[in-house]
């Protein structure tokens, strides 16, 4: 009597096995596939600023157009809209987001225009009327009118272009060079 329930238990048991195994192999070879394609992605980070008007990513080594430019001119605004009063403030600000390669030039450029600013007490005012974006080189052109004051009254104001190039740096986007075109 006990060898009959124990083949009868055997068998339920081999058919359950013939009729889980195809699910348990097709679960087992689809986890397969996701790990491999998991190391085949690049990694992207969706970045959400507090005021989402477009959007943006970072991929791998790349950033859209949009988020250069809105690097470009947060770095600009930074770079070309100073004061006697907030240049260290932003100078602290803009060297966090230098590349190490340009770290001490902008610096020493930095630490130059607070002097000139505090000296003069002066400031510099950039209204940016256009952006060009140039995704091959990483670079943002700011072009622009700059008003310069000097003791709170306006001595001159130009039209100028800027032209920020960043580079990708351990998975931050830094800011390399900054340079004023010449017309």
Sequence with gaps: ???NIYVSKLLKLIKQQRILLPA???LSATQFLSVIFLFCKKERIVLVPPLVSQVMWVDGYQ???????????FMGQLLLSNSAESVRLQMDTILR???PA??????????GEEEHLKKQQGSYHFNIHATEINPKTNSVTLTGDRESYVGGK???QARESYTLTFKMNHGRYLLTRCQKEEK
């Design 97 to 99: 987001f230098v590349h």
């Design 102 to 111: 340009a770290y001490t030039t902008m610096r020493q450029y930095l630490i």
């Design 24 to 26: 348990v192999l097709v």
């Design 154 to 156: 306006r001595v001159d």
């Design 63 to 73: 950033v859209s157009q949009t988020y250069l430019q809105q690097m470009g001119l």
């Design 1 to 3: 009597m006990d060898a």
